[in-house]
């Protein structure tokens, strides 16, 4: 039996250096040699995949594969659309979208909120739901048959990311919400789940509002800087009970809370995992769905 070749990745950034985060979960996973390519444009993509896929014979290319990073993520996602486009036949290797994380961190929310309430007729809020995690967190949650209450501080942009999720999940259940202060009892009420997926330092809901909920039994923010997106939790929280009060449960069950160190770990066994099923075949590639199928694995 002949030799497998050393496993190379191929790592695409669109930014002026390449992750360093990238490249080091890349060699933790137990890749070869990572090869890393910066400011890259669409018009740059043809030739380093011509270069990745006509080294080796087609039996061979499942010991290369691509992983296309960056912090832009819409920039990402056109540079695999272009990457996808230079395949030809059997000339193909394996490719993995994870530009900011945002993949892998969204499928690390969605999983945390599974274990705890059924997602099927589940009703979710997901604040911050316009940005490139918050997009996927919905589109997972919609995918799983959650009724999604999809929140933007500009109503308008809520609408198009439920356009958006709708060109890809035909049955979605979604409602474009503006929030604002004011708003936000009426965003929870009802809602079983809440994934504040908002920038650094931005409260998006008060510990006041979301203890007042009384559906409410997962809160899950994915901002470490404080003030954290949801005010009340904690960044290293894990399935960390608050909200009421030990031994009197004033108001029900308590929720219980995630941060995002301790999202975390979820997110970085992900990352790992799909990093070597990259190279089980050549023919392969991970989106935020295929991620979240790989994390539903390891969940058991």
Same mark, same amino acid.
């Given at each position: 039996?002949a030799?497998? %070749?050393p496993? /190379?990745?191929?790592?695409i ?8 985060f990238d490249?080091?979960v ?16 669409e018009d ?6 011509h270069?990745?896929i006509f080294?080796r014979g087609p039996?061979d290319l %499942?010991?290369? *594969? +691509?992983f +296309? ?8 996602? &056109?540079?695999?659309k272009?990457?996808? %486009?230079s395949f030809?036949?059997?000339?193909r290797?394996s490719?993995?979208l994870?530009?900011s994380?945002?993949n892998?961190t ?15 007729g ?6 911050? *739901?316009?940005g490139?995690?918050g997009?996927?967190?919905? &589109?997972?949650?919609?995918r ?5 209450r999809v ?6 942009r809520a ?5 958006l999720?709708r060109?890809?999940?035909?049955? $979605?259940?979604?409602e ?5 202060f004011?708003s ?7 809602a079983? /789940?809440v994934i504040?997926?908002g920038?650094?330092g931005?409260?998006l ?6 203890q007042?909920?009384?559906?409410l039994?997962v ?8 003030p954290?997106?949801?005010g ?5 929280d894990?399935?960390?009970? &608050?909200?009421?009060? %030990?031994g009197?449960m $004033? ?8 941060? *995002?160190?301790g999202?975390?770990?979820?997110k970085?066994?992900i990352?790992?995992?799909?990093i070597e099923?990259l190279?089980?075949s050549?023919?392969?590639v991970?989106d935020?769905e295929?991620?979240? *199928? +790989?994390? &539903?694995?390891l969940e058991?």
């Open positions: 039996m030799e497998s %070749k496993r /190379i990745l191929v790592q950034d669109s930014d002026d250096h390449a992750s360093v490249a080091v890349a060699i933790d996973a137990g890749v070869d040699h990572l090869l890393q390519y910066h400011g890259v444009t740059d993509v043809q030739d380093l995949v270069g990745s080294t039996h %499942k010991s290369t *594969a +691509i +296309i990073g960056g912090t832009d993520v819409t920039a990402a996602e &056109r540079l695999l272009r990457v996808l %486009k030809f036949g059997p000339m290797v490719v993995m994870d530009a994380g945002a892998t969204a499928v690390a929310a969605v999983l945390a909120a599974s274990r705890h309430v059924p997602l099927s589940a009703t979710a809020l997901v604040l911050a *739901a316009t490139p995690v997009q996927r967190v919905v &589109r997972l949650l919609a799983e048959g959650a009724c999604v929140a933007s501080r500009d109503g308008s609408e198009r990311v439920c356009d999720v060109e890809r999940v035909k049955a $979605a259940e979604l474009p919400i503006g929030t604002t004011d936000l009892p009426a965003a929870l009420d009802g079983s /789940i504040a997926a920038a650094a931005i409260e809901v008060p510990a006041e509002a979301w007042a909920s009384a559906a039994r809160a899950i923010d994915l901002n470490a800087v404080p954290l997106g949801i009340g939790v904690e960044a290293t894990k399935a960390v009970p &608050r909200g009421a009060a %030990k009197e $004033a108001r029900g069950e308590a929720v219980i809370c995630y941060g *995002a160190i999202i975390g770990g979820t970085m066994k990352h790992h995992a799909t099923r190279f089980q050549n023919s392969q991970f935020a295929e991620i979240f *199928a +790989i994390g &539903r694995e058991g």
